[in-house]
């Protein structure tokens, strides 16, 4: 039986719920990863009926390292074409099979992994740890290259812009998202109705060097592409479309119609998941000059 069948076997028992309900806390060790991938290769982070997920692959090197398969749970679900630097998940790896230290553990499985997915970080943590529900925030970064020409060493991280952007408008608007509100007018529509579409965002700022501007967006949560809905209003403020006190208008009215353009996905990145704060921080492998855990 192929790696691919099994895991659409362990997909659909978890969406069944007989996958999770296994209790492996006395027969498993849990790893918490740090992963970095390039995603335009990808439909998104979860796996694919149809096409290729990350996790699909980061599951079918485990399967080869480990000779069983196991579900990998993360932190986000990143969108076709999203970036990451700081993905978080986790996975239980039965005692059986569990000979190795973590940083073996690395080696082995990036040695099975295509070169736009790496695994960053590997360590043992506490089943009490989850990497979606004991996660406090995310912080994103959108890139834009506002120049005539895009630069082809950004062309595949970044949206190209070839209009001048107004930094002072984007920034007073950017102001404005900050604090808890209903973003409904920023997140695309989804088959299903989000029954709370109220979310914080602790820091939405714009920072420019050069012909590049950097999108840093931090919250508790967010709606399905909202990242990109706020950075494509942020944009068109910046090119004059709309004024930076529109942003009010558009959180009141709660219409996505209202409001900007969605961003590309390719200049997206998940820069960073943030966890409570233990007494012990870590400091985050992929950016030092960021504190971990």
């Known amino acids: 039986m192929t790696a691919r069948r099994l895991n659409k076997i ?7 719920g007989q996958g999770e309900d296994l209790d492996l806390s006395e027969a498993a060790t849990r790893l918490r990863m740090t992963i970095a991938f390039d995603g335009l290769a990808y439909q998104g982070w979860q796996w694919q009926r149809v096409g290729v997920g990350v996790q699909e692959k980061i599951q079918e090197a485990f399967q080869k390292v480990f ?12 969108d ?28 082995a499985i990036n040695a099975h992994l295509p070169e736009d997915i790496r695994i960053m ?15 406090s925030g995310k912080q994103y970064r959108y890139s834009v290259w506002s120049h005539r020409c895009h630069h082809p060493l950004w062309r595949g991280t970044s949206w190209h812009v070839p209009q001048a ?30 029954k709370n579409t109220i979310r914080t965002l ?21 709606l399905y592409k909202m990242c990109r809905g706020l950075v494509g209003t942020l944009v068109q403020i910046g090119q004059g479309k709309y004024a ?9 009215c709660e219409d996505r119609r209202v409001a900007g353009m969605t961003a ?27 504190e971990g855990e």
Not at 67 to 78: K, Y
Request: one cysteine or more.
């Open 80 to 107: 076709t074409g999203v970036h990451a630097l700081g993905m978080v998940a986790h996975v239980d790896i039965p005692q059986t099979h569990q000979k190795m230290r973590p940083e073996k553990v690395l080696l």
């Open 67 to 78: 000779g069983v398969a196991l579900q990998v749970h993360s932190s986000s679900r990143t």
């Open 165 to 194: 952007l107004d930094l002072l408008a984007m920034r007073t608007a950017a102001k404005l998202l900050v604090g808890t509100h209903d973003f409904r007018a920023f997140a695309v529509n989804t088959p299903y109705r989000k």
């Open 121 to 135: 970080e590997v360590r043992v943590v506490p089943q009490s740890f989850h990497a979606r529900f004991s996660a």
């Open 264 to 290: 590309p996905a390719r200049g997206l990145v998940l820069w960073k998941v943030y966890y409570k704060k233990k007494k012990n921080a870590v400091v985050n492998p992929v950016n030092p000059e960021m």
């Open 10 to 16: 362990a997909q659909d028992a978890a969406l069944k």
């Open 244 to 252: 930076a006190q529109d942003i009010i208008r558009m959180i009141e």
């Open 202 to 222: 602790t820091r939405c700022s714009i920072q420019r060097s050069g012909s590049m501007f950097t999108f840093v967006i931090e919250g508790n949560g967010f």
